[in-house]
């Protein structure tokens, strides 16, 4: 980002068709302000019920001239059924920040 601030959502598709326990959260993030962050969050929804929970968040920190990788492993509530859906919330407050990416590690439960 040049100025301001953005605030983005992207839906989560898994490839299963049965439920899914989500592990870890990458975020590969260059933030190069001294005073603003990028924050990404991860939600579980029930679309029929029309509620939402988050299961995981986290943010860059201070100012470095190359990509940091941010990771959460305490995923809560971690499986993410069938009839759930899920999206990703990406916050970018200030300039001077490069999101390259965000990065869901997960198993297929059995």
Known sequence: MSSGSGAFTAPVIFPSLGSVTVERIIFSVRDQNATNNACVSL???KPDKG????MAWLCSSGSQISVVNYTNDTIKPAVVLSGHGAYLYLDVNGSSMDVYGVRIEYKVNT
């Open 43 to 45: 939600w579980r929804t």
């Open 51 to 54: 509620i939402r929970k988050q």
